[in-house]
């Protein structure tokens, strides 16, 4: 049981170049977020998803996007890179809530360097 | 939407000493309160949390306490010891805290030998 996994650790990117950060779980769980974490910011919510097929912008959705095609992977793109877009980003998935345990297992993180 | 404030920033503390964070939110809707622990270089990690229908918690040397009226709720670490040291995150939801978790700014704790 792996929990949550993400590939790549970590990448360097230049600006305008596009990749894709990919998170994968193996719990189940019906919701996963990506996260972005910036020093002095916590973590700020970029995009979510409630179900395979569905997605929804979070508090910081500009210059990314997702797809959850399969309910275990959510995919996190960024089109045109920026400098700004410098940050470890963290996968989360969760369950519905039963009153009992965690409710948002979080990945390891990709470190993205962008120059 | 639901905003958190976590203080304070950095927090010293003698080990044995207890150590207090503490998290105020702005939407009063707002029912699941979790704690995350992030130590340097890894993923957060849940250590506790508290929903709005109870006003404490505890779980060995760590508690949280929960006032909905003044909109806060605080960690309470007892007897810390050097593996404590870490950065701590405070986070709010409303229903059942799997929708956009919004997360405090976080308190670097050092516990000094």
């Known amino acids: 049981n792996a929990g949550v996994t993400q590939t790549p650790k970590f990448r360097v990117l230049k600006t305008g170049q596009s990749m894709t950060l990919l998170c994968a779980q193996d719990m189940n769980h019906e919701y996963m977020y990506w996260y972005r974490q910036d020093p002095g910011m916590g973590l700020r919510l970029i995009h979510y998803?409630?179900?395979?097929?569905?997605?929804a912008k979070g508090e910081v959705p500009d210059g990314y996007n997702v797809s959850r095609l399969k309910k275990q992977n959510f995919l996190l793109g960024l089109e045109s890179a920026a400098p700004s877009q410098t940050s470890v980003y963290f996968c989360?998935?969760?369950?519905?809530?039963?009153?009992?345990?965690?409710?948002?297992?979080f990945g390891p993180g990709t470190r993205l360097l962008v120059l | 939407g639901e905003n958190v404030e976590q203080h304070p920033s950095t927090l010293s503390v003698q080990e044995g000493d207890s150590a207090v964070i503490k998290c105020t939110y702005s939407d009063s809707a707002s029912n699941y309160f979790p704690w995350y622990k992030q130590e340097l270089g890894k993923r957060p990690q849940l250590i506790i949390d508290i929903r709005s229908n109870v006003g404490e918690k505890k779980d060995q040397r760590i508690a949280v306490t929960l006032n909905k009226t003044a909109k806060h709720f605080s960690l309470h670490i007892t007897e810390t010891q050097p593996e404590d040291s870490a950065v701590y995150f405070c986070?709010?939801?409303?229903?059942?805290?799997?929708?956009?978790?919004?997360f405090g700014t976080g308190t670097r704790l050092t516990i000094i030998p």
């Open positions: 998803s409630v179900g395979e097929g569905t997605t």
């Open positions: 989360a998935s969760g369950r519905l809530a039963d009153f009992s345990g965690e409710t948002q297992y």
């Open positions: 986070a709010a939801s409303k229903d059942f805290g799997n929708e956009k978790l919004t």
